[in-house]
């Protein structure tokens, strides 16, 4: 079965770094365009990045836009989020996706196939 599995959170003092990453199993991961989301306590989950099935095409949420890169390896099968400059309402748990679409592609959750269980990222103020 497909699994999405994601590493790297942890506790950072702000203005630090965190790279995560999302190692994907049972797909064809080149035929997937990757995003990240983020849920924060009692808050909706949100779009932070996506990239398209080459890499050639990134999108990025206005509040991480010069901060957070994304960025995938095919032949690891893994989507990385490189998150720099963390500030303490980037706190929240961090999940990857996987749409199989090939258009544009979405920032909402429902559009996506796939989900991983999440890992959190605390940045201490």
């Known amino acids: 079965q497909v699994q999405l599995v994601e590493s790297g959170g942890g506790l950072v003092q702000a203005g630090g770094s965190l790279r995560l990453s999302c190692a994907a199993s049972?797909?064809?991961?080149?035929?997937?365009?990757m995003s990240w989301f983020r849920q924060a306590p009692g808050k909706e989950r949100e779009f932070v990045a996506a990239?398209?099935?080459?890499?050639?095409?990134?999108g990025y949420a206005d509040s991480v836009k010069g901060r957070f890169t994304i960025s995938r390896d095919n032949a690891k099968n893994t989507v990385y989020l490189q998150m720099n400059s963390l500030k303490p309402e980037d706190t929240a748990v961090y999940y990857c996706?996987?749409?199989?679409?090939?258009?544009?592609?979405?920032?909402?959750?429902?559009?996506?196939?796939?989900w991983g269980q999440g890992t959190q990222v605390t940045a201490s103020s």
């Open positions: 990239i398209n099935q080459s890499g050639g095409n990134t």
């Open positions: 996706a996987a749409t199989r679409t090939r258009l544009t592609i979405p920032r909402l959750p429902r559009n996506y196939d796939y």
């Open positions: 049972g797909l064809t991961f080149s035929m997937y365009a």
